[in-house]
């Protein structure tokens, strides 16, 4: 019976072997999945879709779950309920992890130790802090690390950021993104507090967690509702979206943040806001806002996209599976006053070719997770940089962890991306790390 006093997580990453096998373009690559929950369960599924990943280990905490992978394996592999004992062995090129968030610094980090290649959910961290040390250990172990914002794989999409970069959109100074959903009155429910049904698992799941009261809305899938293990839609959602205006807008990290927000209309346990809107502003100048509703949703939003990019030719809006171009008139505004100089304005527009119309259009497309697990693959062989590593995936996540932060403290932010501090708020630089509770240690 494993305890938590011989469930040493500070000393085992340090002690683990460091081994990796150099694959040929024919080899299989044999990845442990730690977490095979919700997302895991798709994750084992896109990889499976290619015959060179061979599923070599299986770790989760919930028997439901083992036995489900076991039976979608193809294969007998060993399973665990600790994911050192996955990092220990030699038969292992790679790992997906698909744990909650606030598991993921520390079993990337460890990976990293081990000499495994690694796939791993969004949010990359929990913490800035975190995602930071993962960018470190990545680049320190020589790993190949893929994030799991799959869009970043789908050819569709590229074509969209292929069009954006081309200048068709003209300046873009205005992105949003919106998650509108209606959960009101009930939510995630108000379920009765503790006893865990298996106290040792709920320690585990916890992990480097604050200690609190098992409750079963904390847990499986429901945690993303909860700041200690998440930072709610803003950076489950919301990092899908940063990292696309991000990746669409050739942007960096953001210069400043503000938010506001509150649960102000649901009638559950939740932490997170049922309502959030956040600014960032960017280089080049550009800002990117996020609105979050979950009391509303009948009404959808502009042309019921998951975002817009809103440039002086034309927006793009962006759906799953679509991406269209609306176009600016041009000649409507582009002489503002009937005088000479208005006229003069107008021949040298058309003279430039800045007025001209672009022409609307749609693409249709697939953002399956499948084309994101197949560049992993490619990359562990090849050791190129993945669509998604860890360091893209490292400053989306951070931008929309910064959302969090303004919420808290409820404050104009200003981000110095080099150093990773707030400039202008100390109290706020408090937030960008948290004490892990012992035993567990990052780096
Ligand atoms: N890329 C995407 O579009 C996408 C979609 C959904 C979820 N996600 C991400 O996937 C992650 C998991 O979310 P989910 O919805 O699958 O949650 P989930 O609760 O359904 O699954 C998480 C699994 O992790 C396991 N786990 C927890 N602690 C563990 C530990 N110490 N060792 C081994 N296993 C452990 C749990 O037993 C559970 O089965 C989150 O970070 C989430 O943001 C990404």
């Avoid at 999945?33 to 299986?58: K, P, S």
């Avoid at 998650?179 to 799941?205: F, M, S």
């Avoid at 990292?243 to 346990?269: F, I, S």
Wanted: net charge positive; proline share 5%; aromatic share 10%.
């Amino acid at each position: 019976m494993m305890t938590r006093r011989n469930f040493s997580y500070a000393a085992a990453a340090t002690t683990a072997t460091s081994y990796s096998r150099i694959l040929g373009a024919n080899d299989r690559v044999r990845m442990g999945y730690i977490g095979l929950g919700n997302r895991g369960d798709q994750v084992h599924d896109a990889f499976l879709e290619h015959g060179d990943a061979q599923t070599a280990a299986i770790c989760d905490l919930k028997d439901e779950y083992l036995d489900l992978a076991h039976k979608n394996s193809r294969g007998n592999p060993p399973r665990f309920k600790d994911y050192r004992r996955i990092l220990d062995s030699k038969d292992i090129d790679a790992v997906a992890i698909a744990t909650p968030d606030h598991w993921h610094a520390l079993m990337f980090v460890d990976a990293c130790k081990a000499g495994k290649d690694v796939y791993c959910e969004k949010p990359l961290s929990l913490t800035v802090w975190e995602g930071r040390k993962m960018v470190e250990a990545a680049e320190r172990y020589r790993r190949v690390s893929q994030t799991g914002i799959h869009r970043r794989s789908a050819k569709f999409l590229k074509e969209a950021v292929d069009y954006v970069k081309s200048g068709e959109l003209g300046h873009v100074t205005m992105a949003c993104a919106y998650h509108i959903v209606n959960e009101w009155p009930l939510g995630i429910g108000k379920p009765a507090p503790g006893p865990a049904p298996n106290e040792e698992e709920w320690d585990r799941w916890l992990g480097p967690a604050p200690k609190v009261p098992y409750n079963s809305n904390r847990m499986y899938y429901n945690f993303r509702w909860f700041f200690h293990y998440s930072g709610g839609q803003l950076t489950n959602m919301g990092v899908h979206y940063m990292d696309m205006m991000r990746w669409a807008l050739d942007k960096g990290a953001p210069e400043a943040v503000t938010a506001m927000g509150g649960k102000w209309a649901m009638e559950d346990d939740r932490e997170i806001p049922d309502t959030l809107e956040v600014l960032w502003r960017f280089e080049g100048g550009t800002m990117f806002r996020f609105t979050q509703v979950n009391a509303n949703a009948a009404a959808g939003n502009v042309q019921n996209s998951e975002m817009e990019l809103r440039g002086t030719k034309g927006t793009m809006y962006l759906h799953g599976n679509r991406w269209e171009v609306v176009p600016e008139k041009i000649s409507d505004h582009a002489r503002p006053v009937r005088t000479p100089i208005g006229r003069d304005a107008q021949r040298e527009l058309e003279r430039s070719g800045r007025s001209a119309q672009i022409q609307p259009k749609v693409v249709k497309g697939n953002a399956g997770t499948e084309f994101h697990t197949r560049n992993f693959l490619d990359c562990v062989k090849s050791r190129e940089k993945c669509n998604c590593d860890v360091l893209t995936g490292h400053i989306s996540t951070s931008a929309t962890i910064l959302g969090n932060i303004a919420l808290k403290t409820k404050s104009y932010l200003e981000w110095d991306a080099r150093a990773e501090q707030f400039t202008n708020n100390a109290a706020a630089n408090q937030y960008l790390k948290y004490d892990y509770r012992p035993p567990y240690k990052l780096g």
